[in-house]
């Protein structure tokens, strides 16, 4: 090996790494608010790039469908507990959100000529349709066990996980797609090709921690969600409520996963299930953290990144057992460096 | 008496069914499938439902025994008789190993990691050449019984089943005995079990590898049904899928195991042949509909179907007569008057509050030394650094000359120390008699093998009997066969007691062992201890009724904010200035 295809291959790393890095965050994110190991995370990352693939060959995307789905069932829900309470004048507010909006959107994406508008315009779209999933799903299959233990919320996540990923498969069908590249710039830097691409992905993600930064800095509901994520009963007694931050927190996870989605269809062909093996990687990233601290997963991301690309090149059948053998070590380095005592439940 | 009826009912049943030329061929199939899955699931019942570990791997080790047979016998022409116990071993040792590197993580990382070591293991699979790549394995031979060539379906049937049995009968016995009673202590029950003598890692390791070990054996039997293998059928999404049996089954429940496989077999059948058709392409839709079952199931009935069918039957757990059988040894109690305990200078530090501050005191064989103070004192923190759930920062704690300072939890209890706690630690669901069984762990030393094979039940009688007498003893012998969850909480403390007593203690702590008793109990409880001490018994006691300490105490210490404040008879510690004080706020 020599120094440009070292460079070649750190410069892949960390591109996948940016995006291992986005999914850490709101994995660790939807832990800590909300104790979900959310497995499904991946699911919107692959949802998002097929969504816009689908746009692409101007063919409507069979998540619309999903998104009319779960909205009504959603509705159901929501009207059920709003009559039980005694609340039934929340009914409008609640259709208008979960019936007419994905009918709006529906009808929108029918009378537009899907193939022929802007890429920024096609992710706009697509982020308008994945995104409400996240909290729909999180009202339908996590608000009901909001008290239950982590390892029941898990088992529910693999559930979701399972039922999102066939799914895909009845949306998109088995074969992959990669979408239209943002840019096909390519700047030299010495020896080294940078592309476009890269960079973007890379730009983007920097941008999005950014944000997220300044949100849980800076605004009321950040702080409540921080708020929640270290002490959830005393969140509670100053009054944060648990469903709206259980909302929140799955509505930022569900835009997260959707534009890691945009970054990574141009890069890699994205099949149905591909997205639980990104999300997975996003984990193992989440876990060098401890499941608690951003940066340090963050960090781990990039590490999963670069890791990842070195193995492909010298191994690259045994690329995903190394990445995800890490794992092993890493998990090893927690159980030695925490203790516990008390048990749960 | 209708159990005894239904088990063998069951096996007669299942023995005829491949005999009636009537049942179609492919039900014969789904049978087979059925067993394959309930042999991997019976282990995720003592992995997850009874041990709280949850495994999404099991498909891995499932393909570990197929693919160890499938080489064998096709590269080396091995017996498959042999292949199987290699095969056993193989699987047992591989969990050996991920479960020492991943069993010490807590609640939510260990799920995460049989997730990554799953999915390794099958990539491992599918790119080894000697293994057939993805393609696998084929031309694996017929697995031959006293010369009878099982080679068709209904043959081997009776092979299946006969394992199945065989794990059903072995997970029985296992769960209703000494090692039975660790592993079924091991969700929420692992600090008392600790404290009661119990290796709690060994268990968690052993639960593991026993799990392993029956995946293993399904991945035999599959590779000589299928008589050819691939990596798919190893993924994590099949792994997952034996999850999910046991949770619709009842994870808690050994014929759920059965159940769940029967029922995630059946319907993933039906569903692949209607779901294709109807979305009019193919495709394994049907994890669609399982993992909406699975959620709709955990929001309403998250133990699964096997206790709604128990509550529809009125099914009532057995009620065991507790057997007659010889006393357990017990050991030497100290001689009068010989120091017991030696506390000095034992300091304990949570970050900048110093819970217990050089605190120093003596306790001789014989004597009930009571340990007063206000809440948040450091009473309980001094219980916790004696029996080694807190690792003091500074000082010495000597039991009958010996440093126990940095021993385990379980080697403390074994030298004779017996504990309760101040909020109270049993296993709500188990008998009351199992409870207290646990304080006898280490008075017998059944491990198992003996227990599964049904060998040890002579002192699996004396551990129960154990059991039995202590709680006469402490005024419970009424509430043997009741679950322990539904005793009063004032029972609830005896009954740890009782628990404490089985352990065969020279120095006994009782934390708030009177809080919620009426007066007549505790006046029952107060004889108990009086006649405990004069057996030898010391006994180190944490109370806030002040009757109860003042009539039964020798001697008193006192301690305040981690200080011991000071020490003596009842009637002059009445009278100290500084204890007044500190209880009713500067009398003086």
């Known amino acids: 090996m020599d120094t440009t295809i070292a460079a070649i291959l750190l410069q892949d790393g960390i591109t996948n790494g940016a995006i291992y890095a986005l999914l850490a965050l709101a994995l660790v994110l939807v832990f800590a608010v909300t104790r979900v190991i959310f497995v499904p995370q991946g699911e919107f990352v692959s949802y998002g790039a097929l969504t816009v693939a689908a746009m692409q060959y101007g063919v409507m995307p069979g998540t619309i469908w999903l998104l009319l789905a779960a909205g009504v069932l959603t509705a159901l829900v929501e009207l059920t507990r709003a009559f039980r309470a005694g609340e039934l004048r929340r009914a409008p507010r609640i259709l208008t959100f979960y019936v007419g909006y994905p009918v709006a959107l529906w009808l929108l994406l029918r009378s537009l000529p899907l193939g022929e508008l802007p890429m920024a315009l096609q992710i706009a779209l697509m982020l308008a349709l994945i995104v409400p999933l996240g909290p729909m799903i999180y009202r339908l299959a996590f608000q009901p066990l909001a008290e239950a233990s982590v390892l029941v919320l898990l088992i529910v996540a693999i559930a979701v996980h399972f039922a999102l990923q066939g799914l895909g498969l009845l949306f998109f069908g088995p074969e992959g797609s990669r979408t239209a590249a943002f840019t096909e710039l390519m700047f030299d830097v010495g020896v080294l090709s940078v592309s476009g691409q890269s960079l973007f992905v890379v730009g983007a993600t920097v941008l999005l921690i950014v944000a997220l930064y300044l949100f849980f800095e800076r605004t009321l509901y950040g702080k409540a969600l921080r708020a929640t994520a270290i002490n959830r009963v005393g969140a509670r007694l100053v009054g944060v409520s648990i469903p709206l931050s259980g909302t929140l927190t799955f509505t930022l996870a569900a835009l997260i996963g ?43 991301a990039i590490l ?8 492909a090149f010298w191994t690259s059948e045994f690329k995903e057992v190394i990445v995800f053998t890490l794992i092993i070590p890493v998990l090893l380095w927690r159980s030695l460096t925490s203790q516990h005592v008390e048990e749960e439940e | ?119 390794s293991i099958y990539f491992v699979f599918g790119n080894i050449n000697a293994l057939g790549r993805h393609d696998g394995l084929t031309g694996i031979p017929v697995v031959e019984l006293f010369g009878l060539e099982l ?50 890692e060994r268990f968690r390791i052993l639960i593991f590898v026993y799990a392993a070990v029956l995946a293993g054996l399904s991945g035999w039997l599959y590779a000589h049904l299928q008589r050819a293998v691939n990596p798919t059928p190893f993924g994590i999404g099949q792994g997952i899928e034996y999850l999910f049996m046991a949770v619709i089954g009842g994870a808690g429940y050994v014929w759920g195991a059965l159940l769940g496989a029967g029922i995630f077999t059946v319907v993933e059948d039906v569903l692949q042949d209607v779901l294709p058709a109807l979305l009019g392409r193919s495709g394994h839709f049907e994890i669609i509909v399982f993992g909406v079952i699975m959620v709709l199931l955990l929001q309403y009935a998250r133990d699964g179907l096997w206790p709604l069918i128990l509550q529809a039957v009125n099914h009532a757990g057995a009620r065991r007569q507790v057997p007659e059988a010889p006393p357990l040894p017990t050991r030497a109690k100290p001689e009068a008057e010989e120091p017991v305990l030696a506390v000095r200078r034992a300091r304990k530090e949570f970050g900048g509050l110093v819970a217990v501050n050089d605190v120093s005191f003596e306790m001789r064989a014989g004597e009930i030394l009571g340990l007063i103070g206000p809440n948040g004192a450091g009473k ?19 039991f009958r000359g010996e440093r126990l300072n940095g021993l385990p939890p379980r080697e403390i209890a074994r030298r004779g120390i017996g504990r309760t706690f101040q909020h109270v630690r049993l296993l709500p669901t188990m008998t009351v008699l199992e409870n207290v069984a646990i304080g006898a762990h280490l008075r017998a030393r059944s491990g198992p ?55 065969d203690p020279v120095l006994l702590l009782l934390d708030e062992p009177a809080a919620g008793l009426r007066y007549k109990e505790k006046q029952a409880l107060a004889a108990v201890l009086k006649q405990l001490r004069d057996e030898g018994v010391s006994i180190l006691l944490v109370e806030h009724d002040m009757d109860f300490v003042m009539g039964l105490t020798d001697r008193l210490v006192v301690l305040d904010f981690g200080t011991k404040l000071a020490e003596g008879q009842p009637r002059e510690i009445q009278t100290n200035p500084a204890v007044l004080e500190a209880y009713l706020g500067g009398v003086a």
């Open chain 2, 449 to 503: 093998v003996a227990a599964m094979l049904r060998l040890e039940r002579r002192q699996e009688a004396q551990l129960l009997a154990e059991a039995a007498k202590q709680l006469e003893r402490v005024g419970l012998g009424a509430y043997l066969n009741e679950q322990a969850g539904n005793l009063a909480l004032g029972q609830q403390r005896i009954l740890e007691i009782a628990r404490a007593l089985c352990i």
């Open chain 2, 380 to 398: 309980s923190t001094i219980f916790n650094v004696i029996t080694g759930l807190l690792q003091a920062n500074g000082g010495e704690i000597l």
């Open chain 2, 1 to 119: 008496m209708r159990e005894k009826y239904l088990i063998p009912a069951f096996v007669l049943i299942l023995a005829l069914v491949p005999l009636l030329p009537a049942v179609p061929e492919f039900w014969i199939t789904l049978l087979n499938y059925i067993g394959l899955a309930a042999i991997v699931v019976l282990g995720l019942v003592l992995l997850t439902g009874i041990g709280g570990l949850v495994s999404f791997g099991q498909a891995a080790f499932v393909g570990i025994g197929a693919y160890t047979t499938a080489y064998l016998t096709t590269a080396y022409d091995v017996s498959p008789w042999l292949t199987l116990p290699i095969g056993l071993v193989l699987t047992g040792l591989s969990a050996w190993i991920i479960g020492a590197i991943t069993l010490r993580l807590s609640g939510h990382f260990l799920p995460l990691s049989t997730l990554a070591w799953g999915i």
């Open chain 2, 151 to 200: 080679m068709s379906g209904r043959r081997y049937f009776y092979l299946i089943w006969f394992f199945v049995l065989l794990a059903v009968f072995a997970t029985k016995n296992l769960l209703d005995s000494r090692p039975g009673r660790a592993i079924r202590a091991l969700k929420g029950g692992g600090v008392m079990a600790e404290s009661c003598g119990v290796a709690i």
């Open chain 1, 258 to 300: 959707a534009l890691s989605g945009a970054l990574i269809g141009p890069i890699t062909t994205v099949y149905y299930d591909s997205g639980f093996l990104i999300g997975l990687k996003g984990f193992v990233a989440a876990i060098i953290g401890g499941l608690v601290s951003y940066p340090v997963a963050a960090a781990g």
């Open chain 1, 304 to 311: 999963v990144g670069v890791m990842e690309a070195f193995a």
